[in-house]
């Protein structure tokens, strides 16, 4: 079996991206092959180099990544709405307001990845983890609708299960102690055990 992991570049400022320090540091559980990808943070481009790497590698699994500063668990994304919103503009200085993701697209898909297994799964490792209602409004969501509209559409991915998984910051990000972050190390078994679980 063969599984798209995806984490994103830094940005607002940040040095690091704890979504792709995990990503880059997973190990591939056994007869899984991982594609790994770090992903620009910039609405539509993330998308575009995702379905082309899903295009040529043909996966059975995708599984995008990225931070949710803020948040105090590992949280799988249930849905990806058709909406850019975000309070501050993409790394390509892009700041849009109430749009679409897709004008002609759906107001939302839900994902096929079994969010409720892995959130179980996480939290018996004795790992916070909460199943997620919102993507947000900024990049991560775009990507993740990007995917889900992927698989709905093209004939190629029909069988493909894709989903977003949100990681809060971490320890290594040096951020204000009220801030909640999680140990590198924290994040990066919560997404060893997601890509397990996909691959069982
Ligand atoms: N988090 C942002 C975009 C990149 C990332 O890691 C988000 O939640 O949309």
Excluded at 20 to 26: D, G, I, M
Excluded at 63 to 83: F, K, Q, S
Excluded at 95 to 102: C, K, N, R
Aim: contains cysteine; proline residues 9%; glycine residues 8%.
């Amino acid at each position: 079996m063969k599984i798209i992991v995806t984490g994103f570049e830094p940005f607002d400022g940040g040095a690091i991206n704890p979504s792709w320090e995990a990503v880059s540091a997973l190990n591939a559980p056994e007869n899984v092959q991982l594609v790994k990808l770090q992903l620009p943070v910039v609405y539509g481009k993330a998308a575009e180099i995702l379905l082309e790497t899903m295009r040529r590698e043909l996966p059975d699994a995708v599984v995008c990544v990225g931070l949710a500063e803020g948040r105090a668990e590992i949280t799988p994304e249930r849905v990806a709405i058709n909406c850019r919103d975000e309070s501050i503009p993409d790394n390509g200085g892009f700041f849009p307001h109430d749009e679409p993701v897709d004008a002609a697209g759906q107001p939302a898909y839900f994902t096929r990845l079994p969010v409720r297994r892995i959130t179980e799964e996480i939290r018996k490792a004795g790992l916070p983890a909460k199943i997620s209602n919102s993507a947000g409004v900024y990049v991560c969501n775009d990507l993740f609708y990007g995917l889900l509209r992927a698989i709905a559409s093209e004939p190629l991915f029909k069988s493909v299960i894709g989903g977003f998984i949100h990681v809060p910051a971490s320890t290594g990000m040096a951020l204000p102690p009220s801030v909640p972050a999680l140990e590198p190390e924290q994040i990066l078994k919560g997404l060893q055990i997601t890509i397990e679980t996909v691959a069982r």
